[in-house]
T-cell receptor
Framework: DVKVTQSSRYLVKRTGEKVFLECVQD?????MFWYRQDPGLGLRLIYF???????EKGDIPEGYSVSREKKERFSLILESASTNQTSMYLC?????????????FGQGTRLTVV | RKEVEQDPGPFNVPEGATVAFNCTYS??????FFWYRQDCRKEPKLLMS???SGNEDGRFTAQLNRASQYISLLIRDSKLSDSATYLC?????????FGSGTRLLVRP
C-alpha cells in the first residue's frame, strides 16, 4: 500500500513565524504535490515537483516555497506565516505521466495561524 | 474562470435514487480525467478514471465528452455510504487540477 505521511495533523503557529510542513512517501513516486483546501474553494495547487530538486508553481504559490532534496520528501515552507494561510494542507504523490496516474494523499495538516 | 468547474450542491437524495454530477474543464489540451471521493475530515481517494468510451464500475458510470469538455458521474441505487463530496479532477500540463467538489447527502 502506498503511504503518504504528513508530519503533523494539527499545527498552531503565530503570525510571522517560519513554518515547515513535511511530507514523505514510500512508493518511489516521481510526482509530489502540495494543496490547500478551504471551504467553498476546493483543493488549490500551491506547488508541485516532478523530480528531485525540480519544482513548479501551482495556482497559488505566493507566500510559499518548497524543497525537494530527496525523492521521498517534499517540504512546504511558509516564510512568514499570516492568518490568511490558516487552512488544511494536503500533500499527494503519483507516478509520472498522465495515464491513469492515481494520486495518493496524506491525511492532511490543519494549520491555524494566530 | 476556474479551470475545472462543478456544481457545489449539496444534492440531497433518498436511498435508491439515481444521481448525476457534472463537471466542465477549460483547457482543451487536458490529458486525463478522474473522479475522487472525499469523506468528511478525510483525504481524497480515487473513485474512478474517466475514459472517452465511458466506463462503469458497479453502480458508478463515468463519461467524458472531449468536444464539449464535459465529464459526468452517474450513481445508481444510492446507498447511505455514498454520502461524501465528489471531486472532478483533470490532469493538465502535468498538474493535477481539482474542481471544488459536489456534496452528496443520501438520506434513509
Amino acid at each position: 500500500d502506498v503511504k503518504v505521511t504528513q508530519s503533523s495533523r494539527y499545527l498552531v503557529k503565530r503570525t510571522g513565524e517560519k513554518v515547515f510542513l513535511e511530507c514523505v512517501q514510500d512508493m518511489d513516486h516521481e510526482n509530489m504535490f502540495w494543496y490547500r483546501q478551504d471551504p467553498g474553494l476546493g483543493l488549490r495547487l500551491i506547488y508541485f515537483s516532478y523530480d528531485v530538486k525540480m519544482k513548479e508553481k501551482g495556482d497559488i504559490p505566493e507566500g510559499y516555497s518548497v524543497s525537494r532534496e530527496k525523492k521521498e520528501r517534499f517540504s512546504l515552507i511558509l516564510e512568514s506565516a499570516s492568518t490568511n494561510q490558516t487552512s488544511m494542507y494536503l500533500c499527494a504523490s503519483s507516478l509520472p505521466g498522465h495515464e491513469n496516474t492515481e494520486a495518493f494523499f496524506g491525511q492532511g495538516t490543519r494549520l491555524t495561524v494566530v | 474562470r476556474k479551470e475545472v468547474e462543478q456544481d457545489p450542491g449539496p444534492f440531497n437524495v433518498p436511498e435508491g435514487a439515481t444521481v448525476a454530477f457534472n463537471c466542465t474543464y477549460s483547457n482543451s489540451a487536458s490529458q486525463s480525467f478522474f473522479w475522487y471521493r472525499q469523506d468528511c475530515r478525510k483525504e481524497p481517494k480515487l473513485l474512478m478514471s474517466v475514459y472517452s468510451s465511458g466506463n462503469e464500475d458497479g453502480r458508478f458510470t463515468a463519461q467524458l465528452n472531449r468536444a464539449s469538455q464535459y465529464i459526468s458521474l452517474l450513481i445508481r441505487d444510492s446507498k447511505l455510504s455514498d454520502s461524501a463530496t465528489y471531486l472532478c479532477v483533470v490532469i493538465s500540463s502535468y498538474k493535477l487540477i481539482f474542481g471544488s467538489g459536489t456534496r452528496l447527502l443520501v438520506r434513509p
